[in-house]
């Protein structure tokens, strides 16, 4: 299994401003994926990062609103900009085992936007 | 697209009662499906890979091509046992169905 740290584990945010959300994993990984968990809902995949290259988005998701970094192979960024209170979610970072096609997942991180 | 359904929002059972959490896929090709869970305060995991054809905490998942259907079943529910479940297809990009909150009462 792999080990997966978020931070911040949770924040509390005014409406217009941006929150970086960082995600670390113990183990070299192409690519990692960040998910978001709104109240009462499943998880919806807002992108995945890959390593030296831009991240996928997915259809309704935009870099402009969730830039997100991949600097190295164990680690990532996902930014979310110009927050509004329909941005306060949980949002998770995961890593995909190559060879099982498992995905684990960070721990998440609560996102309130007031 | 791979997608998959789970038509219940949430199952309430007893102690001791069979519990059955009901999940479709609609697409072609051979699926590959898991089960994740998420139980309180804990991060989602892996539950159950039906590739494996393994029990994993008693509860056991049969693939059925006919119906299209992956269901998650355990005989005899347990307390611990409570926790929201999640069924989604292999692949990079999981497409989670909407998850099923189970509560085991005492």
């Known amino acids: 299994s792999a080990v997966i740290s978020q931070k911040p584990s949770r924040d509390i945010c005014q409406r217009g401003t941006s929150l970086t959300i960082q995600c670390q994993v113990d183990?070299?990984?192409?690519?990692m994926f960040w998910y978001r968990q709104q109240p009462g809902q499943s998880l919806t995949l807002i992108a995945t990062?890959?390593?030296?290259?831009?991240?996928?988005?997915e259809s309704g998701f935009v870099i402009d609103k969730f830039p997100i970094s991949r600097p190295n192979l164990t680690f990532s960024t996902l930014t979310v900009s110009n927050m509004s209170p329909e941005d306060s979610s949980i949002y998770l970072c995961?890593?995909?085992?190559?060879?099982?096609?498992?995905?684990?997942f960070g721990p998440g991180t609560r996102l309130t936007v007031l | 697209a791979q997608r998959v359904t789970q038509p219940e929002k949430l199952l309430s059972v007893f102690k001791g009662a069979p519990v059955e959490l009901k999940c479709n896929y609609s697409?072609?090709?051979?699926?590959?499906l898991f089960w994740y869970v998420q139980y309180s305060r804990q991060r989602l995991q892996l539950l159950l890979r039906?590739?494996s054809r393994e029990s994993i905490k008693g509860f056991t998942a049969d693939l059925n091509k006919g119906e299209t259907s992956f269901h998650l079943k355990k005989p005899f529910a347990q307390e611990e046992d409570s926790a929201m479940y999640y069924c989604?297809?292999?692949?990079?990009?999981?497409?989670f169905g909407g998850g099923t909150r189970v509560l085991v009462k005492p």
């Open positions: 995961s890593l995909s085992h190559p060879s099982t096609d498992t995905q684990y």
């Open positions: 183990s070299q990984v192409t690519m």
């Open positions: 990062a890959n390593q030296g290259s831009e991240a996928t988005y």
């Open positions: 697409y072609s090709g051979s699926p590959e």
């Open positions: 039906h590739i």
């Open positions: 989604a297809p292999a692949g990079n990009k999981l497409t």
